[in-house]
Every structure is written in structure tokens, then in C-alpha cells.
């Protein structure tokens, strides 16, 4: 029997599954944002494109080495492309307003990184990559059910 600290840490290996996995992917990200800020691409919109390269690159990574899903191409690429816009968008509003108070652009995509980067995972984790056949029937019927004993149902909410 699991116990509920269990899926607790295969979250957390998944987790690091998924920032170690996709340092290259922020490699090729940051890499390219260096690229277009030197050639005179705005900081703003070389964070936009090259976020989009990195995110494109980190779909083929997330499927097979993060989260390991059945779940078809087509369905798991539409729901990674809604986080992934997601994703840019927060880290092109954290970039705006970080650029506005004046940081250093690199120290602003850092920033931008990590908070969309946790973001994303926990899309990817529960919605993106969730393969329904996965998950146990004894998942409550309603979010009202789970409050009544929230550790009741701790392992079937864990993926």
C-alpha cells in the first residue's frame, strides 16, 4: 500500500525529471534570446521567440522522458501548445515588467523562467500529459467530496 508521502515524491522526481531533462531545451532558449538581443531583436520579443524554440523542442523531451504518457500525438500536442502559449505569456509579462523596473535582461528571464517553468510543469503534469486511463476510478466525484477528507483521496489524486 502507498502511502501518501509516495506520490509526493514521484512528483518531485518528475519535477526534477523535468528541469534536468529540460535544460537543454533552456539552453537552446537562452542561447537563442542571447543570439536575437545581440542582433538587435528588442529583449522583450527575443524572450517571445526564442521561449517558442525552446517550448517546441521540450515537447518531444516532456512526452517521452517526463511524463511518459499513451495518450495520442494530436491530443497531447493541442494541450502542450495551450500551456506553452501560456507559458510565453507569463513569461513575457513577467519580462515586461521586469524590464520596466529596470532589471538586467538575463536577470529578468531567470526570473521569468522559473516561476513559468513550475507553472507549466503542474499544466503538464495534470492536464497536458494526464492519461486518463492512468488514473484511478476512486478519484472524487466532485471538488466538494475531496474537501470532506482531502487525505481520503491524496493517492488517487497524485498521477
Not at 21 to 26: L, W
Not at 40 to 49: F, G
Not at 94 to 123: D, E, K, N, P
Amino acid at each position: 500500500m502507498k502511502t501518501p508521502r509516495q506520490p509526493l515524491r514521484a512528483m518531485v522526481e518528475q519535477f526534477v525529471r523535468y528541469i534536468g531533462f529540460g535544460s537543454g531545451a533552456t539552453l537552446v532558449h537562452y542561447a537563442s534570446l542571447f543570439a536575437l538581443v545581440h542582433a538587435d531583436v528588442p529583449a522583450w520579443r527575443a524572450s517571445v521567440i526564442s521561449n517558442t524554440i525552446g517550448a517546441g523542442l521540450y515537447y518531444v523531451i516532456s512526452r517521452r522522458a517526463v511524463f511518459q504518457t499513451s495518450l495520442g500525438h494530436v491530443n497531447a500536442m493541442i494541450r502542450f501548445a495551450v500551456v506553452a502559449v501560456m507559458a510565453v505569456g507569463c513569461n513575457a509579462a513577467i519580462m515586461a515588467v521586469a524590464l520596466r523596473l529596470g532589471l538586467y535582461y538575463l536577470v529578468a528571464q531567470m526570473c521569468a523562467s522559473a516561476l513559468s517553468a513550475t507553472l507549466a510543469f503542474l499544466a503538464h503534469r495534470y492536464w497536458t500529459f494526464r492519461d486518463d486511463a492512468m488514473v484511478s476510478t476512486t478519484l472524487p466525484s466532485s471538488p466538494m467530496t475531496a474537501l470532506s477528507d482531502p487525505l481520503e483521496h491524496f493517492e488517487a489524486l497524485s498521477l
